[in-house]
């Protein structure tokens, strides 16, 4: 299921709402261990967990970016900042699984929106895969979303010639 495009008072927001038949403390692992972090976001980094800490981004040639943490609340909330944007997971008990709701607020639709939010969603299906115990190929599966989430954005009167 794509996300759910809304405007919010200062842009935008992409919310997935997903399940997962793992439990909260399985997924939280997911989002705070690095080792289980490199596997469905290579180059991502929790440095610091908490209300304090940041998370870091790999860019290339030793140059890392940094993500401060915005919001947590241990096993249920991340929050940190995404560069301009914003990306907020919430995790809750759901029967035998959890439900994960991941926000990416965004202050603006650019062209590289749709290629980002396709990333986020192929981010979840691959975390998901890995608590599944099987994998995903990630560039096929970015290439079968992105074209839907472009023709998303464009279908809300984007333009990105």
């Known amino acids: 299921m794509t ?3 809304t405007k919010n008072p200062t842009g935008y927001n992409a919310t997935f709402d997903r399940y997962f038949e793992h439990s909260p403390e399985q997924v939280w692992a997911m989002l705070t261990d690095n080792q289980k972090i490199h596997r469905w976001f290579s180059g991502l980094q929790m440095e ?8 870091t ?13 915005t919001d947590y609340k241990k096993g249920e909330i991340l929050a940190f900042e995404w560069g ?3 990306v ?4 809750g008990p759901d029967g035998q699984g959890t439900r994960v709701k991941m926000v990416e607020t965004l202050p603006d639709i650019t062209g590289q929106t749709p290629k980002d939010v396709a990333g986020w969603h192929v981010a979840l299906d691959i975390m998901e ?5 099987h994998g995903i190929e990630r560039t096929s599966e970015w290439e079968r979303w992105y074209p839907e989430y472009k023709r998303l954005f464009e279908s809300m009167g984007v333009d990105f010639a």
């Not at 610091?48 to 998370?55: I, N």
């Not at 907020?88 to 995790?91: D, G, T, Y």
């Not at 895969?129 to 115990?133: E, N, T, W, Y």
């Open 129 to 133: 895969a890995i608590l599944d115990g």
């Open 88 to 91: 907020r997971f919430e995790l």
């Open 84 to 86: 301009e944007d914003h």
């Open 57 to 69: 981004l790999e860019m290339g040639h030793g140059k890392k970016k940094e993500f401060p943490i």
């Open 48 to 55: 610091e967990e908490g209300e304090s800490g940041h998370l």
């Open 3 to 5: 996300a759910e495009i």
